[in-house]
């Protein structure tokens, strides 16, 4: 049952204005941005509420996109990639266009496919500062990047490398002969993974 207040009462949910589409609070939601060519900005509903005179606004959490973030879109940041940010805002309801799903980075890369409503997040991002968390992650290859599911990452058989089952069973990481004469030529990174750098101011949303 909806909460009530002097003015104001909590929505359980609210139904996209043109569709049959509910959207409940801890959904992820595509909203209009203010600037027509731009593509919708993704929030996560926190709260729905509605006045007396029946207007509905939702208090909502933003995601920021890696452009939209201070350090910039990277190359290891994938096409659909989202930061979860500490950024709030009441929004009025109409300008929700759709439901989106904002998977967790293990769940995106086991999809088969990926749709238009699929998005990822893997960090939190703090928009006052450019800070992120976790602040470091894992690399991989010889470029040392973090993982972009949007990449290929090839894997090899054991016979390919002359290599028995048995030994690659035993082996706790694998670098290919190549990759190995690299590493000897370069100092090592001190840290188990890659920091995340900041960089240029991010955009800021309208409240509308």
């Given at each position: 049952?909806?909460?009530?207040?002097?003015?104001?009462?909590?929505?359980?949910?609210?139904?996209?204005?043109?569709?049959?589409?509910?959207?409940?609070?801890?959904?992820?939601?595509?909203?209009?941005?203010?600037?027509?060519?731009?593509?919708?900005?993704?929030?996560?509903?926190?709260?729905?509420?509605?006045?007396?005179?029946?207007?509905?606004?939702?208090?909502?959490?933003?995601?920021?996109?890696?452009?939209?973030?201070?350090?910039?879109?990277?190359?290891?940041?994938?096409?659909?990639?989202?930061?979860?940010?500490?950024?709030?805002?009441?929004?009025?309801?109409?300008?929700?266009?759709?439901?989106?799903?904002?998977?967790?980075?293990?769940?995106?890369?086991?999809?088969?496919?990926?749709?238009?409503?699929?998005?990822?997040c893997?960090?939190?991002?703090?928009?006052?500062?450019?800070?992120?968390?976790?602040?470091?992650v894992?690399v991989?290859?010889?470029?040392?990047?973090?993982y972009?599911?949007?990449?290929?990452?090839?894997?090899?058989?054991?016979?390919?490398?002359?290599?028995?089952?048995?030994?690659?069973?035993?082996?706790?990481?694998?670098?290919?002969?190549?990759?190995?004469?690299?590493d000897?030529?370069?100092?090592?990174?001190?840290?188990?993974?890659?920091?995340?750098a900041?960089?240029k101011?991010?955009?800021?949303?309208?409240?509308?």
């Open positions: 049952m909806a909460k009530t207040r002097p003015g104001k009462r909590d929505l359980e949910s609210y139904t996209i204005r043109g569709t049959n589409k509910v959207v409940r609070v801890g959904d992820s939601v595509l909203m209009r941005s203010s600037e027509n060519e731009k593509a919708p900005y993704v929030a996560r509903v926190e709260t729905i509420e509605a006045d007396v005179k029946g207007n509905v606004k939702v208090r909502v959490r933003w995601y920021y996109r890696p452009e939209e973030s201070m350090g910039g879109r990277r190359q290891f940041h994938g096409i659909k990639e989202l930061f979860l940010s500490d950024h709030y805002d009441v929004q009025s309801a109409h300008t929700i266009e759709d439901k989106c799903i904002v998977h967790t980075f293990k769940n995106y890369t086991k999809l088969e496919d990926v749709g238009p409503e699929d998005y990822f893997r960090f939190e991002y703090k928009a006052a500062t450019g800070g992120f968390t976790p602040d470091r894992a991989y290859c010889k470029c040392e990047m973090p972009n599911p949007d990449d290929l990452m090839v894997q090899y058989h054991p016979a390919c490398l002359n290599m028995t089952i048995e030994q690659a069973k035993q082996l706790d990481s694998f670098m290919c002969f190549e990759c190995s004469s690299l000897t030529k370069r100092p090592h990174n001190k840290g188990s993974g890659s920091a995340l900041n960089g101011a991010g955009h800021k949303r309208q409240k509308r």
